[in-house]
């Protein structure tokens, strides 16, 4: 089973250039987030989505943007890179059904912006 | 400031000695969740409580969930080296519709040592 696939795994950005984090899940899950995780701090909520064309934000929302034209794809755009979005990315998703229910998590991905 | 506050953040023992990761807030949660991360991966569920008082087992973890909703515990017995990882409390803060979205604790990394 596939669950949460995140790429890439390993990104260097220069300071002002753009990327996508992509994040797909094979679960028919209707949420997805991403969020964000810096040492000494957990994991920060950055964008959600409710289903295909529904997101909002999160916690740490600027500098981000997302969309979700499909149930299966969640991407994360980042313009105009920071040093301060240094960080490792995760992408989750779950049923959505009820207020809990376990996230199922990609592995991760490691961006550095020098 | 965090809405969950893990302690402690970091915790180095013996095998076959037992600890405690406590998880407090001022804020009342309608579910708790405990995950478990490893180095390059993401986190992985162990457990989901949400009344008031709860006990769970999980073979050597017991998980608690405080009466008044604000707190949880997680108390390992007999540690052994594969225990050793990044335990993250997570939670859906009380009242209205919160889509699932998790508050994380900020971390407590377990080693244990052989």
């Known amino acids: 089973n596939a669950g949460v696939t995140q790429t890439p795994k390993f990104r260097i950005l220069k300071i002002g250039q753009s990327m996508t984090l992509q994040c797909t899940q094979d679960?028919?899950?209707?949420?997805m987030y991403w969020y964000r995780q810096d040492p000494g701090m957990g994991l920060k909520l950055i964008y959600y989505?409710?289903?295909?064309?529904?997101?909002d934000k999160g916690e740490v929302p600027n500098g981000y943007n997302v969309s979700r034209s499909t149930t299966e794809d969640f991407p994360l755009r980042l313009e105009l890179a920071a040093p301060s979005q240094t960080s490792v990315y995760f992408c989750?998703?779950?049923?959505?059904?009820?207020?809990?229910?376990?996230?199922?998590f990609g592995e991760g991905s490691r961006l550095t912006v020098l | 400031t965090q809405l969950l506050e893990q302690s402690p953040q970091f915790l180095s023992i013996q095998e076959g000695e037992n600890l405690t990761v406590y998880c407090n807030s001022s804020?009342?949660?309608?579910?708790l969740q405990w995950y478990r991360q490893e180095p390059g991966e993401g986190p992985v569920l162990l457990v989901t409580?949400?009344?008031?008082?709860e006990v769970k087992k999980l073979k050597r973890l017991t998980f608690q969930f405080g009466d008044a909703r604000k707190d949880s515990s997680l108390h390992i017995t007999a540690a052994q080296t594969g225990d050793t990882g990044l335990y993250l409390c997570?939670?859906?803060?009380?009242?209205?519709?919160?889509?699932?979205?998790?508050?994380f604790g900020q971390g407590t990394i377990l080693t244990v040592h052989p």
């Open positions: 409580v949400v009344t008031g008082g």
């Open positions: 804020s009342v949660f309608s579910s």
């Open positions: 989505s409710v289903g295909a064309g529904i997101t």
């Open positions: 679960m028919n899950h209707n949420y």
């Open positions: 989750a998703s779950r049923p959505g059904t009820g207020e809990t229910g376990e996230l199922f």
């Open positions: 997570a939670g859906v803060v009380g009242g209205g519709t919160s889509y699932g979205k998790l508050t």
